[in-house]
């Protein structure tokens, strides 16, 4: 009689078993069900991507300064390979860029950033890299270096080299470091800047 009822009871706990792991596994099975279900309707209410010919347009550049308004006309995609510009209208953007910092005198912010120029001369960046890159031919960078080189020329020939070391006249020419000032200098002038002012001096 002992032998029998422990077999009963051997039995009763694995059917306790069973039942509990076929609850956990319709459980689970639920759950994943209506998961599914749940990002088959979002994905249903996605709205879907804009081709290429139903793109929003770009609205035209506002807040250039006065007389250098250009009718500019530019691909739908914000891209640089997709700017199209007449020599006349990249030289409206041109003379809009050059107003600004000569004017502003932007270049000696040693923080000025590219997208900070576009927004103040009301050009989009992306047609600013464009002017860069195709009509200039030279960087961001080297483009307001030019600028701060010759304010540093302009600064040495006012004799204001006498009075500040050559670095604190580097920043207050818009450099933010000596490593870089010397090597626009190098760039633009094929001197170094104590062999130009030296050759000043003399003459």
Not at 13 to 34: C, D, K, M, N
Not at 66 to 86: C, F, H, R
Not at 130 to 154: C, P, W
Request: proline share 4%.
């Amino acid at each position: 009689m002992a032998r029998v009822s422990f077999t009963i009871g051997s039995n009763r706990s694995w059917v306790y078993y069973i039942g509990i792991t076929l609850i956990i596994v319709i459980a689970i099975s639920l759950f994943v069900f209506q998961k599914k279900k749940v990002i088959a309707s979002v994905s249903s209410h996605t709205t879907p991507l804009l081709s290429d010919d139903k793109q929003p347009k770009i609205p035209q550049p506002k807040n250039v300064l006065p007389g250098a308004m250009p009718d500019i006309k530019v691909a739908d995609q914000p891209v640089e390979s997709y700017v199209k510009l007449s020599e006349k209208e990249a030289a409206e953007v041109i003379d809009a860029l050059k107003k600004y910092m000569q004017e502003q005198q932007a270049y000696l912010n040693v923080d000025l950033k590219q997208s900070e120029v576009a927004v103040a001369i009301g050009y989009p960046t992306y047609l600013l890299s464009a002017i860069f890159t195709h009509y200039l031919k030279m960087g961001y960078y080297d483009f307001v270096n030019s600028y701060r080189v010759e304010r540093f020329k302009q600064s040495v020939s006012e004799g204001k080299h006498k009075k500040y070391t050559l670095v604190t006249l580097a920043e207050k020419c818009g450099f933010k470091s000596k490593a870089s000032f010397f090597r626009a200098f190098k760039k633009f002038t094929g001197s170094t800047p104590n062999e130009y002012i030296q050759q000043f001096d003399k003459e």
